[in-house]
C-alpha cells in the first residue's frame, strides 16, 4: 500500500508532523493498528537501524528519525491497547549507579521502541535495587545496563551479582553497552550479551530472547 510505503519513508526522513498525519489518515482509511506498527513505523525504524550500522546514517539523523516514529506512535498507541496488541517485550534500560552518561543510552531505548519493545527507561545513576525491583515490578523479559566509564562499569557486575543474591538472575536476560565494555567482560560478568552500538542492540535482544 503506498500510503504504509509513505510512512516508512516518513519516519526515515525524521518528518514527526507528517509521520502523525499519515498514521492517522492510515488508521482513518480502516489500517489495523498492528499493520501501521508493523508495516510503518517498525519498518522504518528498521531501515534507520540499517542504515546506522553501516555507517549511512549518524547519531543526530538517528535521534531526528526516532522523534518522527515517536510522533506516529503517540497517535497509534491508543489504538494499540484498544486492539490488544501487546508489544514484542519488555526491556528495563538504565545507566548504572555512579555514571551520568545518557546519549547512548537513549539512542539504545529509542531502537528497540522502534522495534516494537516495550521500554521501561530509568535514567541515569541507576542502582541495583531499582534495576531488580523495576524489572520485576514490570515483568521484564530482559535488563539493559549502560555504563561510559571504566569506574562504574564495575557496577554492572555488583547488579547481576545482586540479581543472583535475591535469587532473580534467571528471571530476566541482561545485556551490556557503552564504550569501554566487551564482549569478554560481558562473558566475565555473567551478562547474557553485549552491543557495541544501538543498532546491534536490537538484533541481540531479538536474538538472546529468541523473537
Known sequence: MEKLQNLVQSVINGKAPETEQLTSELLDSGVTAAQVLNEGLVKGMDEVGRRFKANE???????????????????????????????????????????????????????LEGAGFEVIDLGVDVSAEKFIQAANEKQASAVGMSALLTTTMVNMKSTIDEMT???VRDSFRVIIGGAPLTQGYADEIGADGYAPDAASAVGLLKNILQI
Do not use: C, W
Not at 549518524?58 to 526516532?66: F, S
Not at 506512535?73 to 526491556?91: F, N, Y
Open 57 to 111: 546514517f549518524y547519531v543526530p539523523e538517528v535521534l531526528i528519525a526516532a522523534r518522527a516514529m515517536k510522533a506516529g506512535m503517540k497517535i497509534l498507541r491508543p489504538k494499540l491497547a484498544e486492539s490488544d496488541v501487546k508489544p514484542i517485550g519488555t526491556i528495563v534500560l538504565g545507566t548504572v549507579k555512579g555514571d551520568l552518561h545518557d546519549i547512548g543510552k537513549n539512542l539504545v531505548g529509542m531502537m
Open 165 to 167: 543474591k535475591q535469587g
